[in-house]
């Protein structure tokens, strides 16, 4: 039951783009469309942002959008805001036994 | 509005037992699959243990398969996790989420989070 890969660190500046990688294999990512994303603000609990790897719940900005290739999820925040700043968890079904696996976390800063 | 409040965390010793609860409400508790996830200090997220709705689907990570025990009371719209054998490295904020999935199955996503208990373990 291995944690999925995440860069530890993302960056930049306000109205840009950046994405979020999540790799894992194909026991998991690559395996179901079960991937969710979470952020986190220091502090608070972590709230839900795209789940079923596309969707995004309602109240969330159509800035934050999410993808798969392969054994790789992605999420893409676009048109960045200063509030936007904050750590980023992706998390996939890992199958019957395991039921649910992590990533390690992406520290997102805004320039 | 969808609230979860965990209670129950504490400084405990290792090899000791400890018993968290997380309470249900503004939602049909017993529609949906519940969870544990815990984060060390500094450090990420780690499932811990997923019950559906029933109690008849129950989930462990290996980390704690074998010591610790997930429950559920759908009358008392109740989530608990029974930690026994407890470890330095189970040290971590404790939180309780709600299953986005239909009809009580998991779906595979958390949503909303309680606020966490802090469980220590040390001696």
């Known amino acids: 039951q291995s944690a999925l890969t995440q860069p530890p660190s993302a960056s930049g500046s306000p109205g840009q783009s950046v994405t979020i990688s999540c790799t894992g294999t194909?026991?998991?990512?690559?395996?179901?469309?079960?991937v969710s994303w979470y952020q986190q603000h220091p502090g608070k609990a972590p709230k839900l942002m795209i789940y079923?790897?596309?969707k995004r719940p309602s109240g969330v900005p159509d800035r934050f959008s999410g993808s798969k290739s392969g054994n790789t999820a992605s999420l893409t925040v676009s048109g960045l805001q200063a509030e936007d700043e904050a750590d980023y968890y992706c998390?996939?079904?890992?199958?019957?036994?395991?039921?649910?696996?992590f990533g390690g976390g992406t520290k997102l800063t805004v320039l | 509005e969808v609230q979860l409040v965990e209670s129950g965390g504490g400084l405990v010793q290792p090899g000791r037992s400890l018993r968290l609860s997380c309470a249900a409400s503004g939602f049909t508790f017993d529609d949906y699959a519940m969870h544990w996830v815990r984060q060390a200090p500094g450090k990420g997220l780690e499932w811990v243990s997923g019950i559906n709705w029933n109690s008849g689907s129950i989930n462990y990570a290996d980390s704690v398969k074998g010591r610790f025990t997930i429950s559920r009371d759908n009358a008392k719209n109740s989530l608990y996790l029974q930690m026994n054998s407890l470890r330095a490295e189970d040290t971590a904020l404790y939180f309780c989420a709600k299953d986005g999935g239909d009809y009580g199955d998991f779906g595979h996503w958390f949503d909303p989070w309680g606020q966490g208990t802090l469980v220590i373990v040390s001696s």
């Open positions: 079923d790897v596309i």
């Open positions: 194909s026991s998991d990512v690559g395996g179901y469309n079960y």
């Open positions: 998390s996939s079904y890992a199958g019957s036994n395991n039921l649910e696996v």
